[in-house]
């Protein structure tokens, strides 16, 4: 019997990878068009989280560290996973001061959005966090992080000349910027937040 899903059949499929982070399934399927083939999908067994947290003089912190699937080095805002039925701010506060030291009183949450959505169904969520204070970095034992505090408008330089590639950090930077032009980011962080871009 073929399951539907949307213009999908699927005649079978069997998980062929399994851990505590994501699960990978073959499936043997009917094409939209009606032909047989073949798809894999990858399912994310948490929420991938992002927050772009900004001080009161517009400087932001970025996270640099070697990322073992792309084989590159990457600079990003600070990122992690949190339990998809969790309160996803609790995670990505967890994760801020994990990477960065940081804590920050206010969050605003800038976006959702779907990653790789043609092969997985990992959800992300990005937040912008302001009204900082500074504490101890804790990354884990798996992690060789190396964070830079720097101006916005530097930041927005770096993505221009395609020295940041990571989707969630291009995504939260073109949300502030996005609130600047609407004139509503000063609203959040200030009225001198205008001159920070």
């Known amino acids: 019997m073929i399951e539907r899903r949307g213009p999908w059949g699927i005649a079978s499929k069997r998980e062929i990878y399994d851990n505590r982070w994501i699960r990978v399934t073959h499936h043997e399927v009917v094409t939209p068009s009606g032909t047989s083939g073949i798809y894999g999908t990858v399912h994310y067994k948490n929420l991938a989280l992002g927050v772009l947290p900004i001080d009161r003089e517009g400087n932001t912190y970025l996270v640099g560290q070697y990322r073992f699937a792309l084989q590159e080095y990457s600079w990003e805002i600070p990122e992690g996973g949190g339990a998809l039925e969790g309160d996803p701010l609790q995670s990505i506060a967890r994760e801020l001061r994990e990477e960065t030291g940081l804590r920050a009183e206010c969050w605003h949450k800038l976006l959702e959005c779907d990653l790789s959505n043609s092969v997985s169904d990992e959800r992300a969520m990005v937040f912008l966090a302001w009204d900082l204070s500074q504490g101890e970095a804790m990354p884990e034992p798996t992690e060789e992080l190396v964070v830079r505090k720097m101006p916005l408008k530097q930041v927005f330089q770096m993505a221009d000349a395609g020295e940041i590639r ?32």
Not at 169 to 197: D, F, H, P, T, Y
Request: proline share 0%.
């Open 166 to 197: 990571d989707a969630m950090s291009l995504l939260a930077l073109q949300a502030v910027e996005r609130l600047l032009l609407k004139g509503k980011l000063g609203g959040l962080l200030g009225a001198e937040a205008s001159g920070w871009i």
